[in-house]
């Protein structure tokens, strides 16, 4: 594996080669060194442990005043970029831009995230493996599976603007599922969490993980009222919310949302510099530096979020510009072309915290997770969903899991009707997302549900 200086020394060498040997005057090197550890378990059997490196060189570069792109592995790139011109890709439909002066110096990104890197060994990888291992044996009747990764990436921007731009960044990502057979049911519940902190113990999220699943262990068999006000936990919320009101984020096909009356109680922020969050980076990968938007301010839309390939001159950079392969574990990835994603949204709270609101409510159902999310049309914002992981409330308190059942509604109408927003908020990425979302519960009668 190289060392951050190689990584910085080749980015530099694949930019000169560049423009001495194809003369090509605006060019980008976007080199990326992504490190894997995971252990875990599988069905009370601990998990080999494995160890995972991805190592890259993304090239993008005017010719003839054409865009082109085009990927190499990184030990062969010094060799490999003699052909670039019969292996890169066709030209890219986009107006000529000019790649940003990444100003920041290298010392000041090289100690942004240093303080996070080498937290956790391999030994500490097992550990908390067999961890697992150990709490299951407490808990009677209850299985856990899943495992914990820890990834470590490095990234380096250098471009024609004789610039380079370098950073480490850290994420924790614990799958954990536990299966329970108790009254007559096997039942499970998942718990999917990403951080840049390192965990240091996994027993408080598996005593969470274990409470949920014995909830659903014990079936509410009565009829369910359609009538009573439904609450989407953040998941749930976060779930609809990235394939209904997401995909209209970027610059160019914002107008939806500039065009809706949205409550007054609803706010939208995409803030990439607050620390801990999973997205939270020096800058994206274009080299521009991570900030703080304003999306929608009290109901009204302010600012959509774009890069600098779709945004003009006079545009103020809002630095969302990411590297994603969709529906991989690790979406990063430097064979992907860069496109417009939020880092990490902040979604507006309430002043009144759940607990109160259940006491305050006769019924209601809460919807913890859902299937079927990603079939929303966000053209309509219509959504039809399986709420898999669903409970009655009655009197403040569970009363106990209901059968899976469907519900229809549309979120600019549920964000537009009287939303009510929880003080209550839980950072959550959407199982297919490279994004991060900071929910709060949502209170809401505007959905039909199909029991």
Known sequence: MYTDEELKDLSIKVLLKLEQNFNFKEAEVYVQSLSHMMGGNEFRTPKVFQSINRE???IRFFSDNQLYFACFPLKSVLTDIER?????????DSPKFEFPEIKKSQDEIDNIYDKRIAAMTEEEIYSLSYSMSDLENKIKDIILDGSIRFSLERKIIANSTQSIAFEKSTWS???????YHGFNLISSSE???TSRQIPTSVSSIVEDLVQETIQRST?????INPEVPVIFSPMALSQIFSFTIIPHLRTGISSKLADQDFSADFNLIDDGTVPGLPNST????EGISQSRTIVIRNGIFQTALNSIQSSNVQSERTGNSFRVKMFEAFPRNFQAYPEIYPSNLLISEGTIPLENILEETKECILINSTQGYMTADHHSGTFKISANDAYRIENGSISGALPTFDVIGNMFEILS????????RKVVRPTNTPFSILSPYLSTDRVKLFL
Not at 84 to 92: E, G, R
Not at 173 to 179: G, K, M, S, T, V
Not at 219 to 223: F, T
Request: charged share 35%.
């Open 56 to 58: 890259g060189c993304a």
């Open 84 to 92: 670039i011109k019969t292996i890169v890709s066709f030209p890219i």
């Open 173 to 179: 990502d614990i799958d954990l599922r536990a299966i």
């Open 191 to 193: 718990k999917h969490l």
């Open 219 to 223: 079936l509410d068999e009565k009829a």
């Open 282 to 285: 020096a800058f994206d990968d």
């Open 417 to 424: 009707k009287d939303p009510l927003f929880i003080k209550d």
